[in-house]
């Protein structure tokens, strides 16, 4: 004889989740950046060697390295629209190391700079583009690249890199504004740009009057609608365009 079973009319209960809601891939992004760091110092030092083996002094080897760690950055963001934290970040934090073992009197190369130098351009680097990030005329990418020059410049160059500092970005600027009015004329949108140009003036108006979070919710509506420009390149050839003008002029600390 059968008998009649009952339906559960219980909903199973549903999985908790095991990771509380944290973001397993940035984290795991994030423990690799020390590592990778350390790849950047080691790469550093074999790189002083090597020069220092095959070429006479001054040793620029270091600032050839960071170099091409902004070439790398700026064709990730030209490829991508954005520069990955794996590359900034660790450019930061392994300035930053560099600085410290300069500190410690670790002849690891032929920087001079130390930490307090060191942490004194990465926060440069991040308050000369504060003001766009803070609007979203910027991406993080682009501001903790000119963070990660910062860092490796100012481990190597010490005092002398703050100037170093200012001149590329502003050479990096430059660059980005012929980038832009290029733009303009190839795409033909004169009135849509320069009623943006109008819009950002306003924008960073909100920014010192308002607050950040006004400004950027101003900006984020008209995004949609926003050419956008990978500024890591324009970033890239101020860097590697003053340095090169500063070795050319047989300028650049070291060679006096």
């Known amino acids: 004889m059968s008998t009649a079973t009952t339906p559960d009319t219980h909903p199973a209960s549903a999985a908790a989740p095991d990771d509380l809601g944290i973001d397993r891939a940035f984290l795991m992004q994030m423990a690799r950046i020390p590592f990778i760091a350390l790849g950047w110092i080691l790469a550093a030092f074999l790189a002083h060697q090597l020069w220092a083996a095959v070429a006479p002094s001054p040793n620029y080897a270091p600032v050839v390295l960071v170099c091409v760690g902004m070439v790398l950055a700026a064709v990730i963001d030209g490829w991508a629209f954005k520069v990955p934290n794996w590359l900034t970040l660790s450019l930061c934090l392994s300035g930053w190391g560099?600085?410290?073992?300069?500190?410690?009197?670790?002849?690891?190369?032929?920087?001079?700079?130390?930490?307090?130098?060191?942490?004194?351009?990465?926060?440069?680097?991040?308050?000369?583009?504060?003001?766009?990030?803070?609007?979203?005329?910027?991406?993080?990418?682009?501001?903790?690249?000119?963070?990660?020059?910062?860092?490796?410049?100012?481990?190597?160059?010490?005092?002398?890199?703050?100037?170093?500092?200012?001149?590329?970005?502003?050479?990096?600027?430059?660059?980005?504004?012929?980038?832009?009015?290029?733009?303009?004329?190839?795409?033909?949108?004169?009135?849509?740009?320069?009623?943006?140009?109008?819009?950002?003036?306003?924008?960073?108006?909100?920014?010192?009057?308002?607050?950040?979070?006004?400004?950027?919710?101003?900006?984020?509506?008209?995004?949609?609608?926003?050419?956008?420009?990978?500024?890591?390149?324009?970033?890239?050839?101020?860097?590697?365009?003053?340095?090169a003008y500063r070795a050319l002029e047989g300028t650049l600390p070291g060679m006096q």
């Open 98 to 243: 560099l600085g410290l073992l300069h500190t410690l009197h670790v002849p690891v190369d032929a920087g001079i700079g130390g930490i307090g130098i060191a942490l004194l351009c990465t926060a440069i680097g991040f308050a000369l583009l504060f003001p766009l990030l803070a609007i979203v005329g910027m991406g993080q990418g682009d501001v903790k690249m000119l963070m990660g020059f910062g860092s490796w410049v100012g481990a190597y160059f010490g005092g002398d890199a703050i100037e170093i500092l200012l001149y590329s970005f502003c050479l990096g600027a430059i660059v980005g504004g012929v980038c832009g009015i290029v733009m303009m004329v190839l795409r033909r949108k004169f009135r849509k740009n320069l009623s943006n140009f109008r819009e950002i003036a306003v924008d960073l108006k909100v920014l010192a009057t308002v607050g950040p979070s006004a400004a950027a919710a101003r900006s984020q509506a008209r995004r949609p609608g926003w050419d956008r420009l990978p500024y890591g390149i324009p970033l890239c050839v101020g860097f590697l365009g003053y340095l």
